[in-house]
């Protein structure tokens, strides 16, 4: 009895990671920009997390999407989900390393004035992150100041 109770309680762990790892994703949906709010600077949410950036902190809107796009894409287990450079949103999804729960992160410049980069991470599955979000998004901020300060000529 024991025995069928264990099987069965595999089974429901391996169709829930089945479910998780497969489950259609509709881009339109996850491929949304967090609206701007007035001033630049972070936001935790329940299950997420913005940051918001002034595009001319990291060397001005033509070359941040690009640089960030190069440190994501360096992340493991992270891919393009949905959108493009061109048209300045783009959402990844990043999966975490044992059961594959996917985090979707989109990067937008907004057009307000004046123009912020927007970058909103959120869990698919779940309601609380654990703070993997903010710190994913922490880390690759980080590396991008750390690429606009090798750009910067010292004096």
């Known amino acids: 009895m024991l025995k069928f109770i264990a099987l069965g309680l595999l089974g429901a762990l391996v169709i829930a990671v089945l479910v998780v ?35 001319d902190d990291f060397g001005g809107e033509a070359a941040i999407l690009e640089r960030l796009d ?6 493991p287990r992270t891919k393009v989900f949905a ?15 044992i059961f594959g729960f996917p985090d979707y992160t989109t990067v937008s410049i907004q057009p307000v004035s004046p123009a912020r980069m927007v970058i909103y991470a959120r869990l698919r599955f779940g309601k609380f992150d ?21 750009d910067t000529p010292t004096r």
Do not use: C, H
């Open 83 to 97: 959108g493009s450079l061109e048209a300045q949103t783009i959402t990844y999804v990043t999966r975490s390393r």
């Open 21 to 55: 790892r497969f489950a259609p994703a509709d881009s339109q949906v996850w491929n949304e920009a967090f609206p701007p709010f007035r001033m630049t600077g972070d936001l935790t949410l329940p299950g997420g997390f913005v940051s918001q950036k002034d595009p």
């Open 130 to 150: 654990m703070g993997v979000n903010k710190a994913r998004v922490q880390s690759w901020l980080a590396q991008l100041d750390d690429t606009v300060s090798e």
């Open 70 to 75: 190069q440190i994501i894409r360096q992340t």
